[in-house]
C-alpha cells in the first residue's frame, strides 16, 4: 500500500531544504521520481538535492542529453529528464543499469517510464498559491521509504 506525504513549501529555501532533508535518507540503488508541468522546479529540487550531497558541480537540466551523472561522496548520482523518452523501453536502451544499482538516480518526468522501477519515491512538484510557492507530494509504497517519508513529514 502506498504511502503518501504532502508538504507546502513556501518559497524555494524550503524546497532546498526539503531536497537537503531527503539527501540525508539516500543511499546507492535508490531512484527518485520527479514530476511536475513544465518550470514547477523538478531541476531546481534536483540542483539542491546533488549539492546537498555533497557536489559542487553545476547542475543542469539534462533535458537534450538525457542523463548527467554528477560525482557525490555518497556515490554518483544519475540525473535523467525523461521527456523526450517514449517509454521504459527507450530509457532501457539507454544502458545506463550499472549507474541505477551503485548511484542514486534522480529522475525528471519519472512517470513517463511507467513501472519500470520495483520501488522508487515519486515526488509530484506542483505550483502553489504563490509564484515561489510548491506542493510535494511524496508517494512511495516500498517499506524502504517508510522512515524517509515519517522524516521528511
Known amino acids: 500500500m502506498a504511502q503518501e506525504v504532502i508538504l507546502s513549501l513556501e518559497n524555494e529555501e524550503q ?3 526539503c531536497a537537503t532533508a531527503l539527501s540525508a535518507h539516500l543511499r546507492a540503488g535508490d531512484v527518485v521520481l520527479l514530476d511536475g508541468q513544465l518550470a514547477a522546479g523538478k531541476t531546481f529540487f534536483s540542483r539542491a538535492l546533488v549539492r546537498a550531497l555533497g557536489s559542487d558541480e553545476t547542475v ?3 533535458t537534450y542529453t538525457i542523463a548527467n551523472i554528477y560525482e557525490t561522496p555518497k556515490g554518483q548520482v544519475l540525473h535523467v529528464d525523461a521527456y523526450r523518452l517514449k517509454g521504459a523501453t527507450e530509457f532501457y536502451h539507454l544502458g545506463l543499469e550499472d549507474e541505477l544499482e551503485h548511484g542514486i538516480a534522480l529522475i525528471e518526468w ?6 519500470y522501477f520495483d520501488a522508487p519515491l515519486s ?5 502553489g498559491e504563490t509564484e515561489t510557492a510548491r506542493t510535494l507530494t511524496i508517494t512511495a509504497g516500498a517499506p524502504r521509504w517508510a522512515p524517509v517519508l515519517e522524516a521528511l513529514a
Open 15 to 17: 524546497t532546498a531544504q
Open 60 to 62: 543542469t537540466s539534462p
Open 110 to 115: 519519472g512517470s513517463r517510464l511507467g513501472d
Open 123 to 127: 515526488i509530484q512538484i506542483g505550483f
